[in-house]
């Protein structure tokens, strides 16, 4: 089993790893800017859960196959491209048209779970992350390196909870002081757009 010391580094250097702008913070803020608190929260226990996933392709060598197959790399890439696309085209009708009638759409707890998990997922640069982050602190000697890799990926999401929960948080109350004023909304909802086209971009050139 991995020492104590070792466990509080890690989490120590996941704790960072989330706190500094990537992909999955800047879709939390997003999300939480424009939907709510609680947007953000589900939206961060589906990137949580992505994580799972992550965690499973490194220790079962799923990782290593997608790192080796440029073709499988690709297909994921640019599902998470077209993905991160269709919510960008969300958002900004959202702040074209449904905000000028008065109406928001609200989107269910599932759909913000699942925009998570497909956030998380889709981008292959994580599993490959997973795959050089995580054995830097195994040790064979400690016992099964498979569960070592589980337990590490149990804390590693343990620290995303943590950090994107507070950003859910704060941008989601950033975003309700101005839910009312359809005209910032609008702005909100456009900015979303802006940055999820940004992030499609930043993942469409993503290179292994």
Request: no cysteine; proline share 3%; aromatic share 12%.
């Given at each position: 089993?991995?020492?104590?010391?070792?466990?509080?580094?890690?989490?120590?250097?996941?704790?960072?790893?989330?706190?500094?702008?990537?992909?999955?913070?800047?879709?939390?803020?997003?999300?939480?800017?424009?939907?709510?608190?609680?947007?953000?929260?589900?939206?961060?226990?589906?990137?949580?859960?992505?994580?799972?996933?992550?965690?499973?392709?490194?220790?079962?060598?799923?990782?290593?196959?997608?790192?080796?197959?440029?073709?499988?790399?690709?297909?994921?890439?640019?599902?998470?491209?077209?993905?991160?696309?269709?919510?960008?085209?969300?958002?900004?009708?959202?702040?074209?048209?449904?905000?000028?009638?008065?109406?928001?759409?609200?989107?269910?707890?599932?759909?913000?779970?699942?925009?998570?998990?497909?956030?998380?997922?889709?981008?292959?640069?994580?599993?490959?992350f997973f795959m050089a982050f995580l054995p830097q602190f195994t040790d064979p000697a400690r016992g099964s390196v498979t569960i070592q890799f589980f337990l590490l990926g149990g804390l590693f999401i343990m620290a995303t909870i943590l950090v994107f929960g507070v950003i859910s948080l704060l941008a989601g109350g950033v975003g309700e002081r101005y839910r009312n004023f359809p005209g910032a909304q609008r702005v909100v909802n456009r900015?979303?757009?802006?940055?999820?086209?940004?992030?499609?971009?930043?993942?469409?050139?993503?290179?292994?």
């Amino acid at each position: 089993m991995i020492d104590t010391n070792t466990m509080l580094l890690f989490f120590s250097a996941a704790v960072v790893l989330a706190v500094a702008p990537g992909p999955d913070n800047l879709f939390v803020i997003a999300q939480a800017a424009q939907n709510g608190r609680k947007a953000g929260l589900f939206v961060t226990l589906g990137l949580s859960t992505g994580l799972i996933g992550h965690t499973v392709a490194v220790a079962s060598g799923l990782a290593a196959l997608v790192s080796a197959s440029s073709l499988a790399f690709t297909l994921l890439k640019y599902f998470g491209v077209f993905y991160l696309l269709y919510l960008a085209i969300q958002a900004f009708r959202a702040g074209a048209s449904t905000m000028d009638k008065g109406e928001a759409h609200v989107y269910s707890k599932g759909e913000l779970y699942r925009r998570g998990i497909v956030m998380n997922l889709t981008n292959p640069k994580v599993s490959l992350f997973f795959m050089a982050f995580l054995p830097q602190f195994t040790d064979p000697a400690r016992g099964s390196v498979t569960i070592q890799f589980f337990l590490l990926g149990g804390l590693f999401i343990m620290a995303t909870i943590l950090v994107f929960g507070v950003i859910s948080l704060l941008a989601g109350g950033v975003g309700e002081r101005y839910r009312n004023f359809p005209g910032a909304q609008r702005v909100v909802n456009r900015v979303a757009a802006a940055l999820f086209v940004g992030l499609a971009l930043r993942l469409a050139l993503t290179e292994r």
